[in-house]
């Protein structure tokens, strides 16, 4: 089955600095998920991305879908960014289940 | 607003009983999803559902049950409660053919 690999798995950051989180993934997707699980264990979607960049506030995402990864950017971080962020993929192609990576934990650090 | 809720959000078990989690979401969606969270196995698919009357297993469907008999609910049922399904629990719903998930905030079971 497709192989979703997250890197790095922690990340450490003083609050005001930039990010950069990556997903791998092992075959051809046509939809990519991220999402952020906060410090009390909810879990919000950030982007449904397929392919592109999205952009909402400090957060934007790109995925080269031909490159089989996408990336995650996070200006200026807030304490309040701290948490895991996952990626997820469809376990094939169309179909709505979906595999999640192992997640990125961030610490923002004020 | 529309939303996906989940009860209860706690809940200790004794090994052997039957327990159900409720779902319930207002976002007219026909997909649902039950997921259970585990440190080192991240988030894995226990069973889902594409719309009314629609159950399928999912990677970790052994000793748990679900039933969809409107759009709204998706109850997940352990069948004999045992001490490797304690857990944290999340529900999930999307739309369409590829949409975007959507989560319950979770329920934490406990089996003693």
């Known amino acids: 089955g497709i192989q979703v690999e997250q890197s790095p798995p922690d990340l450490i950051l003083q609050e005001g600095a930039n990010s950069t989180l990556r997903c791998n993934f092992s075959d051809s997707v046509n939809n990519l998920q991220w999402f952020h699980q906060n410090p009390w264990g909810q879990l919000i979607n950030l982007f449904y991305i397929p392919s592109g960049t999205k952009q909402n506030g400090r957060l934007s995402a790109t995925t080269v879908a031909t490159e089989r990864y996408s990336l995650l950017y996070i200006s200026s971080s807030q304490t309040t960014d701290s948490g895991v962020y996952f990626c997820?993929?469809?376990?094939?192609?169309?179909?709505?289940?979906?595999?999640f990576g192992q997640g990125t934990r961030l610490t923002i650090n004020p | 607003d529309a939303e996906i809720t989940q009860s209860p959000r706690h809940k200790i078990t004794e090994t052997g009983r039957q327990v159900t989690l409720a779902c319930h979401q207002t976002w007219n969606h026909n997909n649902m999803f039950w997921y259970r969270q585990d440190l080192g196995h991240g988030l894995r698919l226990i069973h889902y559902s594409y719309g009314v009357q629609d159950t399928n297993k999912g990677e970790v469907s052994d000793g748990y049950s679900v039933s969809r008999s409107n759009t709204e609910d998706l109850p997940l049922t352990l069948e004999s409660a045992a001490s490797s399904q304690t857990s944290v629990y999340f529900c999930a719903s999307s739309t369409g053919l590829a949409g975007a998930q959507y989560f319950g905030p979770g329920t934490r079971l406990t089996v003693t």
């Open positions: 997820a993929v469809p376990i094939i192609q169309g179909a709505q289940k979906l595999v």
